[in-house]
């Protein structure tokens, strides 16, 4: 008998998270000044640039950016970008493609001897993106074989569609006589795939602190938007590619000019963003579900395999709030001056009842004037959130958070309520687990009777195919010779099986 199967060999990949890890910090920023009276705010946040796996291991290098405003003899600001280096050690040997991906969770500073001392906290989650190769069965060649089929979709990580583009600006402040801190974030509101190409589109959020005069309590802060929409080269995508995004602000790289001039500052900017694309690409494709012979058995080999499985992203805007009170014996606040750097911790991200719930917290730092004391101060504001999205898939990646619209307001002298709202990025994808035929070998003869006739009782549960396979018959003379049978079958029919070389082997 000739019985030669024909595999197909497929990849398909999953992402999984193998990890997270915290980092610490520790420096003292450069502010140059021999004497620091007061510290207004620090921010800080953080990207990975760059990851090499070896074995078990990743070793990777990050960056963070500060800012701090202060007091030295007048206001003053600073940028402050360091690099940090760490490792994790995962479980087993990392096999794939790495995806690292950072948070400022908390920072806290300090007056030192001429500087400011910073610490903080960041922690890294990472993923791995999974490739596995299997051969399937699509077919077979013999006039002795019967074939069910069954449709399969899975998707294969196609690479990294890379690459650091500008977005520039430039916006007017009337009335400032000095720009204090400029505080960029960005944020992807649409990813779409092409051919050979993604598309990104999303916005750049500024916040500006500047002075009106000379006064400490002549701070003002200001926020301006800017659109953007870039393509990014990979040969392969298609507009059937999924696509898995980060997308980060190189810190270092920003450049600010002010222009002061008949009473108000043009300010220009040039922020460098960093967009990475892990694209899949999806096939479907027919495989053989099952195969029997009504000459010989077949011993057949089944293998699961998972695959990543994507689903629209989703772009929404929540508002949300907070409120900080003052000590009931500190002087009341009689103006707010300002609302700046502002900073976003994702807690977690969660899929529930197709829901994508977002928690976290958002800080906004507001600067107030006391005429009691003719003082200027800050507090710390956090606005908790949990925001939701009705959504398809089961997990999320979430890309970009960030703020738009900060205001804060004082009540009753004694409290500050800051709202905002809150943009959010997320990816949406689900796993799934697909059975197929990996090996079939052909085994003994079975025996047969010249001639035979039969009166088969269905069982519960079986299927005309389970029937025919049991026979080692075809679906097609079982249906001939029971022209009045109705399928589904439910159990308990008797079918008449006639074959000259029917195969028995009960």
Request: glycine share 6%; proline share 3%.
């Amino acid at each position: 008998m000739v019985f030669e199967p024909n595999f197909t060999k497929v990849v398909s990949s999953v992402r999984k998270n193998i990890g997270i890890t915290q980092s610490i910090i520790e420096l003292k920023l450069p502010t140059n000044e021999e004497v620091i009276d007061a510290i207004y705010s620090v921010s800080a946040k953080s990207t990975i640039v760059s990851a090499e796996v070896a074995g078990n291991d990743i070793n990777f290098v990050g960056l963070i950016d500060f800012q701090a405003m202060y007091e030295s003899l007048g206001m003053s600001a600073l940028d402050y970008s360091a690099e940090f280096k760490d490792k994790f050690t995962a479980d087993a040997e990392i096999n794939g493609e790495v995806v690292l991906t950072s948070n400022v969770v908390d920072v806290t500073s300090s007056i030192v001897s001429s500087g400011i001392k910073v610490v903080a906290i960041v922690e890294i989650s990472i993923d791995q993106i999974e490739s596995r190769d299997l051969n399937v069965l699509t077919g077979v060649n013999s006039d002795n074989a019967y074939l069910s089929y069954k449709d399969i979709e899975f998707n294969t990580y196609l690479g990294k569609a890379y690459e650091k583009f500008d977005v520039t600006g430039e916006f007017e402040i009337g009335g400032a006589t000095k720009v204090l801190m400029v505080t960029p974030s960005a944020c992807i509101s649409n990813i779409t795939p092409k051919d050979n190409y993604v598309s990104v589109s999303g916005l750049v959020n500024v916040d500006v602190c500047y002075q009106t005069g000379d006064n400490n309590s002549d701070i003002k802060s200001d926020f301006h938007s800017f659109d953007f929409d870039w393509d990014v080269a990979l040969t392969g995508i298609t507009d059937m590619s999924y696509v898995q995004s980060m997308l980060s602000i190189i810190f270092n790289e920003i450049k600010v000019s002010t222009m002061l001039d008949d009473g108000k500052a043009t300010v220009n900017l040039n922020v460098p963003l960093a967009y990475t694309g892990y694209i899949f690409n999806k096939t479907t494709m027919q495989t053989v579900d099952d195969v029997y012979s009504k000459t010989n058995y077949l011993s057949i080999t089944n293998e699961n395999f998972d695959s990543i499985q994507g689903y629209p992203c989703v772009w929404f805007k929540d508002t949300i709030s907070g409120v900080a009170s003052i000590n009931e014996t500190s002087p009341f606040i009689d103006d707010i001056l300002g609302v700046c750097t502002n900073n976003i911790v994702l807690a977690s991200s969660r899929v529930d009842a197709n829901k994508l719930i977002i928690e976290g917290v958002a800080n906004a730092t507001v600067v107030y004037f006391t005429k009691e004391t003719n003082a200027v101060t800050s507090v710390q504001v956090e606005m908790p959130f949990s925001v939701e999205e009705k959504v398809e898939g089961s997990e999320s990646s979430v890309v970009t958070l960030c703020l738009s619209d900060v205001t804060a307001r004082s009540k009753r002298g004694k409290e500050i309520e800051v709202s905002a709202e809150l943009g959010v990025y997320s990816d949406m994808y689900g796993q799934t687990m697909m059975s197929v035929i990996s090996d079939v070998t052909v085994g003994d003869q079975k025996p047969h009777d010249d001639c035979a006739l039969y009166i088969y009782i269905v069982k519960p549960g079986e299927t005309i195919w389970d029937v025919a396979k049991d026979m080692s018959v075809s679906v097609d003379l079982i249906m001939e010779q029971n022209p009045d049978v109705t399928l589904p079958l439910v159990g308990g029919e008797k079918l008449v099986i006639y074959n000259p070389c029917l195969a028995n082997f009960k």
